[in-house]
């Protein structure tokens, strides 16, 4: 068992039931997405999206089972990130994510555009039937948020000008706003009080913060093997992150390569190797390291349970995939 | 004034703000996305379906102001319609609609993907905040036909065995659910009997029918010019329509060009000339006139309004495109 899965066993049966329901969900309504479905909800992702609105509803519920509608929040959750990756997966051209071939390099521009749309409608009108008006609400936001963020990602390309807060809050777009919302929205199903589901919400937000500038920090750490696409491939496409804004500060010649977007030979390995010379990346995980004890702080307002203990052991997770 | 906006007189006024809202609701918030806003919400457009929510708001609110959330309604009905148009294009891989160059050929995929995706996103947002769980369920569905059409037209491309009747759920699908379900919430909002918004979803249902049938025979009928696309280009692409279907079932040598996709030079003519002499097209006229006198039908329950003699006036005029 790997520390992330062995981090989710409170859940593990749900997640399980999870995975069988969100293939049939998707591939039984349309034979031709069953290859894609397959693809999507097979092996290879981590899940912790689903797993941490399971653990909420279990560590908010507690003495009581957790109901068919937190299920189906969860589902819902898996399905937003799983369209909005297959759409993102189109507008950057991927051709690889999670070490496998991206939907629309394997069937085409076609199938994925159709697979992404299927999946939004189909999250959408799951939400609507979940009856919770406010439910709704938030992860309406969200799917506002993914499309913002994947805009201003688009606008911000190798703009060397660009504030840490900016770089924040296109990750809370991208990454943060469904775990926030869909952990605000789990506690809402347990009927919650505002205090708490406010503290739920800012839970998810600091660890999908946490784990969005991990993410970042892999990307120039890590081996093209271990990411399952190209290091470095973010610099490459102008998207700015965490480090490369931290080194920008020390290292000027750095906007020069990043402003003349590596016209030259070289330029991007100069650009790799300055980032590496700076404290960038150490600044990048003290920042990681902040969001991610924000997290253990806000989860603590829910009473112990095993649930609990393991929503705290992700924020420690999150952080533990750089060493 | 043209015959189609000469209809809509009663909420001539009422789509000019919708038209000048829409402009501003993308534009605004994403400059990346202000051009593809303008050639969308621009020229061009029919709009006939905010015009048959705003006359059904109008013909159920009658001696009372319409509402801002009626208005929103109708926003939402043209957004989603515009979104599933864009994403179309792109799944279609379509040059030209309504005579000017798709989104997706002006600035690529990558911004089109985006443009839907930000619409989609949009509209489920505003559905949210109108605070009435039945509407956002109601368009919902809507989102889930509009991908479930379009793949269900993607897999009977060619289906030379294909029944009207498969036919006709796929244009319920792509065309008559939005104009269906926008009905029926429109009069929700304005508070009307179930039985009411029955025969308002039974209108525009039949509308909306109507509405596919007639532009799938222009598709036969009419120039490239006055199309805005390629004369022909439905049977081209192997999607099968109402004329087709009825010409079928006199023309048995049809059946063997479509069955090998017009792979033969002169097979796409000779396809064209067997429809023509076919009673097909006349078929598929009376099948549209028997939806449009049944949207007629329907549309009688309210009481007499200059709105509702619009809403009838409709039904006429869907048919007089044919003429």
Chains 1, 2 share one sequence.
Do not use: C
């Amino acid at each position: 068992m790997t520390p992330a899965t062995s981090l989710f066993t409170p859940v593990e049966a749900d997640l399980q039931i999870l995975a069988d329901n969100l293939k049939q969900l998707v591939g039984n309504r349309h034979p031709i997405l069953f290859a894609a479905a397959e693809h999507l909800f097979g092996a290879g992702g981590k899940r912790i999206r689903p797993a941490i609105v399971l653990l909420i509803s279990r560590a908010t519920m507690l003495e009581q089972e957790i109901t068919q509608r937190h299920r189906r929040l969860a589902e819902i959750t898996e399905m937003i990130h799983t369209a909005s990756l297959v759409h993102d997966d189109v507008v950057d051209e991927s051709q690889m994510r999670r070490g496998v071939a991206t939907v629309h390099s394997l069937f085409g521009n076609r199938i994925a555009v159709l697979a992404g749309d299927f999946l939004f409608a189909q999250s959408s009108w799951y939400l609507a039937n979940l009856n919770n008006l406010e439910v709704v609400k938030l992860l309406s936001e969200v799917i506002m948020d993914l499309a913002t963020g994947e805009i201003q990602q688009g606008m911000n390309r190798f703009d060397s000008g660009l504030a840490i807060e900016t770089y924040l809050q296109k990750s809370y777009y991208k990454t943060a706003s469904l775990i926030a919302n869909s952990a605000k929205a789990a506690g809402l199903l347990s009927d919650v009080s505002p205090e708490i589901a406010q503290h739920l919400y800012n839970y998810g937000r600091n660890v999908g913060l946490a784990f969005q500038i991990v993410d970042d920090i892999l990307d120039f750490t890590s081996t093209t093997d271990t990411l399952g696409k190209p290091a470095g491939s973010d610099l490459k496409s102008g998207n700015l992150t965490a480090p490369v804004l931290f080194a920008l500060e020390e290292k000027p010649y750095l906007e020069v390569l990043i402003e003349r977007q590596f016209a030259q030979s070289q330029d991007l390995e100069q650009a790799l190797a300055l980032i590496q010379d700076s404290q960038g990346i150490q600044q990048a995980r003290e920042l990681a390291a902040h969001h991610a004890k924000l997290a253990a702080e806000d989860i603590a307002i829910l009473p112990p349970s095993e649930s609990r203990q393991a929503l705290i052991d992700i924020t420690e997770y999150v952080l533990s995939r750089l060493y």
